[in-house]
């Protein structure tokens, strides 16, 4: 099997310039090999985060809902026995990693942000956001490099949301380690501001099979929890202002005065 050391050679950001002239699918597929990269698109003015498919005839853009990437048993490794990987497990504990350097036999998944409506509308850089993984293991994305300790993208040890950055016109690839096999949804989103300073948010789930002792298309099977409805705004009640105190005040002095005009003109009466 091969050893995740030798994928620690390649640095994390490719600028690779891709054609975009792509098509778009509409069925289910399992990818199991090649290279496929997340990333958000504006499909009829609309932000969506989608996958683009390089592994057929024609890169092919495919909604999440529609795809399974099938991380099968080529994958599988070891967790080397170095302090810096103790975030993956143990040392020598079973892995199945989606390396960030590209080996035949497994998928090869990145993202990027270079589509052109993307690179002429976005201000800057896309927020990627976790807000969830469902899995039987841990996940982890991480980014080697060829000096330094891994960078954590994501880890599902950690408390979710979380959340990176990618700038505008680029091409990444990372380690994809996921720690026991089975169907793995991972809630994603991207967001971003524009140039002309509008919000704009897709948020998806993409599915991912380890393992290949069970059929990858029953990840299609796996229902995906909506995510919570935001609580509806509710107005909060406005104190009182001075002025309702002033009125409130003057209406009780007023009541007073007429309490003690009463009270002495009784008086003056009783004494006649």
Same mark, same amino acid.
């Given at each position: 099997?091969?050893?995740?050391?030798?994928?620690?050679?390649? $640095?994390?950001?490719?600028? =690779?310039?891709?054609?975009?002239?792509?098509?778009?699918?509409?069925?289910?597929?399992?990818?199991?090999?090649? #290279?496929?990269?997340?990333?958000?698109?504006?499909?009829?003015?609309?932000?969506?985060?989608?996958?683009?498919?390089?592994?057929?005839?024609?890169?092919?853009?495919?909604?999440?809902? !529609?795809?399974?990437?099938h991380?099968? +048993?080529?994958?599988?490794?070891?967790?080397? +026995?170095?302090?810096?990987?103790?975030?993956? @497990?143990?040392?020598?504990?079973?892995?199945? &990693?989606?390396?960030?350097?590209?080996?035949?036999?497994?998928?090869?998944?990145?993202?990027?942000?270079?589509?052109?409506?993307?690179?002429?509308?976005v201000?800057?850089?896309v927020?990627?956001?976790? #807000?969830?993984?469902?899995?039987?293991?841990?996940?982890?994305?991480?980014?080697?490099?060829?000096? @330094?300790?891994?960078?954590? $993208?994501?880890?599902?040890?950690?408390?979710?949301?979380?959340?990176?950055?990618?700038? %505008?016109?680029?091409?990444? #690839?990372?380690?994809?380690?996921?720690?026991?096999?089975?169907?793995?949804?991972l809630?994603?989103?991207m967001?971003?501001?524009?140039?002309?300073?509008?919000?704009?948010?897709?948020?998806? =789930?993409?599915?991912? #099979? &380890?393992?290949?002792?069970?059929?990858?298309?029953?990840?299609?099977?796996?229902?995906?929890?909506?995510?919570?409805?935001?609580p509806?705004?509710?107005?909060?009640?406005?104190?009182?202002?001075?002025?309702?105190?002033?009125? %409130?005040? $003057?209406?009780?002095?007023?009541?007073?005065?007429?309490?003690? &005009?009463?009270?002495?003109?009784?008086?003056?009466? !009783?004494?006649?």
């Amino acid at each position: 099997m091969p050893r995740l050391t030798r994928w620690f050679a390649l $640095l994390a950001v490719l600028a =690779v310039v891709q054609p975009f002239a792509v098509a778009h699918a509409a069925e289910q597929v399992v990818v199991s090999a090649g #290279h496929v990269d997340l990333g958000p698109r504006f499909v009829d003015g609309r932000w969506t985060v989608q996958l683009r498919d390089d592994t057929g005839d024609a890169p092919t853009w495919r909604d999440l809902s !529609e795809v399974v990437l099938h991380v099968n +048993d080529t994958a599988r490794t070891t967790v080397p +026995d170095d302090p810096a990987y103790d975030f993956l @497990g143990d040392g020598g504990s079973p892995i199945w &990693v989606l390396p960030q350097v590209e080996q035949a036999g497994v998928v090869w998944p990145g993202w990027n942000t270079q589509d052109p409506d993307v690179t002429a509308a976005v201000e800057r850089e896309v927020t990627w956001r976790l #807000h969830d993984v469902r899995g039987p293991g841990r996940f982890v994305l991480f980014l080697s490099g060829n000096f @330094g300790a891994p960078t954590t $993208l994501f880890t599902s040890a950690d408390a979710t949301p979380q959340e990176t950055g990618i700038e %505008v016109g680029t091409h990444v #690839h990372g380690n994809w380690v996921f720690s026991a096999p089975g169907t793995y949804l991972l809630d994603l989103e991207m967001t971003a501001s524009t140039k002309d300073r509008a919000q704009v948010a897709d948020r998806k =789930v993409l599915r991912v #099979h &380890v393992g290949g002792d069970t059929d990858p298309r029953t990840a299609f099977d796996v229902a995906v929890a909506e995510p919570a409805p935001a609580p509806e705004p509710r107005a909060e009640p406005e104190p009182a202002s001075d002025r309702t105190w002033l009125w %409130v005040g $003057l209406g009780g002095g007023a009541l007073l005065v007429v309490v003690v &005009v009463a009270v002495a003109l009784r008086r003056r009466g !009783e004494q006649r």
